[in-house]
């Protein structure tokens, strides 16, 4: 197989290309930074029982959330120190759903981000992370963090992952579900009201951090008890926020990306409804609040920038003219349009500019009035450039209406007991023999056509009347010399 340097390598080219090990290099024992790495960047969601990153074949670069959580760009990495001075022995080292925290490299190991360690922790043991950033820039990431470079027991790094701690860290973190579904059983019993929204499992297995969020205080003292005695390790309970819980768990905002709080938001500033009215936007609390239930922290990103343009627009909203008075009906921050509509005739909306309404506000502070609005109005056109869809032939409502028939099909409603007789004089005279008809029925005599005659003239002097009682007449004689039942 050669040598174990000529192994690792091997193995290293197969990941990065997305290829599984062959049979006898897989049953071969995983060592080395590179191995390391390639499990450090594998996500629970596209990876594989070894670490290697599968699925998307990214090489741990995916969007989902697990492998680049508030990930940073390092963009100090390809510049040199000048000479004399150390790298800065601070590391930045990131856990599970983003969680951050700075650790002090004191056995001056040479780490790049990606790379697994084995950290300290402030309760005992050790833990597992992933080196998210060295060098100079994590000197700004602590300024910005104001976090202490002088701290007399600071959080170190003790060494690289070995492949016995990715083992028990792996382990920990697959009993992480099922000890959230047994805390949340056991909170229901102790009938608390609180929500367990995740867990996390320290590297070393001994203890876990419980997140939870709730309106009130709770006293969950005996829940503690009987979950430690249970799970045979140190629990911790930790209250969060509603903002920071969807940050954790992430997932897909109304925009269709990622949620800002769990890729790269840190700090939750609070949002309020004024945020809104200054953009002009409706205040409905569905559209308005995100996946956590609050106003959305995106209202914030252009809230300086409206405000900067509403500068230009006066704070009154009516004005006076010798035409009448005026109120403003609706402001386009953007493109600074006004339209006002005179009170009297509210349905005439007028469009002007807001340099030329600030104007008129000022002339009525000066005790002046304009003539009218219309000095200053603006003609405003909506251009379309979506093509026309219908043709001119197409455009009637009634192409796909069928046209009224003839009265030919009304024999149908009968249940066609006519189809099968033939249509027309011509084609009843043709194949009919002498004194017979079409439909094998002897022709009409002289004496029944007499009869017929006289039907006819009595059914002619029938009254209407008797037609809509139902023909009860029909079968009596029209005679006037027949006696009528005398009426009892």
């Not at 930074?33 to 629970?44: D, N, Q």
């Not at 008890?225 to 940050?247: C, D, H, K, N, W």
């Not at 996946?291 to 704070?315: H, I, R, S, T, V």
Request: glycine share 8%.
């Amino acid at each position: 197989m050669g040598s174990p340097r000529a192994h690792r390598n091997a193995l290293c080219a197969r990941a990065q290309r997305g290829k599984k090990p062959k049979k006898e290099e897989a049953n071969e024992p995983l060592h080395g930074t590179k191995m390391h790495y390639l499990r450090s960047m594998a996500c629970s969601s596209c990876s594989s029982s070894s670490g290697v990153p599968k699925g998307c074949k990214s090489n741990g670069s995916c969007g989902t959330g697990g492998c680049n959580a508030y990930n940073v760009f390092d963009w100090l990495s390809n510049m040199q120190l000048p000479a004399g001075e150390s790298p800065f022995e601070w590391v930045e080292v990131r856990f599970k759903n983003g969680r951050k925290d700075f650790y002090k490299n004191t056995e001056n190991l040479s780490l790049h981000a990606g790379e697994a360690v084995t950290v300290s922790t402030p309760n005992g043991g050790h833990d597992v992370g992933t080196v998210s950033v060295t060098g100079e820039l994590v000197r700004i990431q602590m300024r910005k963090a104001q976090a202490d470079t002088e701290a007399e027991a600071p959080l170190v790094i003790y060494r690289k992952a070995s492949q016995r701690d990715l083992d028990r860290w792996k382990e920990a973190r697959d009993r992480e579900d099922e000890l959230m579904r047994k805390a949340r059983s056991m909170a229901d019993y102790h009938k608390l009201d609180m929500k367990i929204s995740d867990v996390e499992c320290q590297g070393d297995g001994a203890r876990a951090t419980f997140y939870y969020t709730a309106d009130a205080r709770v006293d969950f003292r005996a829940l503690i008890r009987e979950m430690s005695t249970a799970f045979g390790l140190r629990v911790e309970m930790r209250q969060i926020g509603a903002r920071q819980e969807a940050g954790r768990l992430g997932g897909i905002g109304s925009c269709g990306r990622e949620l800002c709080c769990s890729t790269w938001l840190k700090d939750y500033r609070s949002v309020s409804t004024s945020a809104a009215r200054y953009q002009q936007l409706s205040l409905n609390p569905t559209k308005l609040a995100g996946n956590c239930g609050k106003l959305k922290c995106c209202l914030n990103y252009e809230l300086d920038q409206y405000a900067e343009a509403l500068k230009a627009f006066p704070k009154s909203q009516k004005v006076r003219t010798k035409k009448g008075r005026a109120d403003v009906q609706k402001m386009d921050i953007l493109t600074g349009m006004v339209w006002l509509a005179y009170r009297d005739e509210p349905g005439r909306w007028v469009a002007m500019k807001a340099e030329d309404f600030s104007e008129m506000v000022a002339m009525n502070q000066r005790d002046e009035e304009p003539a009218s609005l219309e000095e200053k109005e603006v003609k405003v056109y909506i251009e379309t450039t979506e093509p026309e869809l219908l043709q001119p032939e197409e455009d009637s409502l009634t192409r796909f209406d069928r046209p009224k028939g003839d009265g030919r099909g009304k024999n149908r409603k009968r249940g066609g007991k006519n189809r099968d007789r033939p249509r027309g004089p011509k084609a009843s005279a043709e194949g009919a023999p002498a004194g017979q008809r079409s439909d094998n029925r002897p022709a009409p005599t002289a004496q029944n056509a007499a009869n017929a005659a006289s039907g006819d003239q009595t059914r002619s002097e029938k009254p209407r009347g008797n037609r809509r009682r139902g023909g009860r007449n029909r079968s009596r004689s029209n005679s006037s010399d027949t006696p009528r039942p005398s009426e009892s």
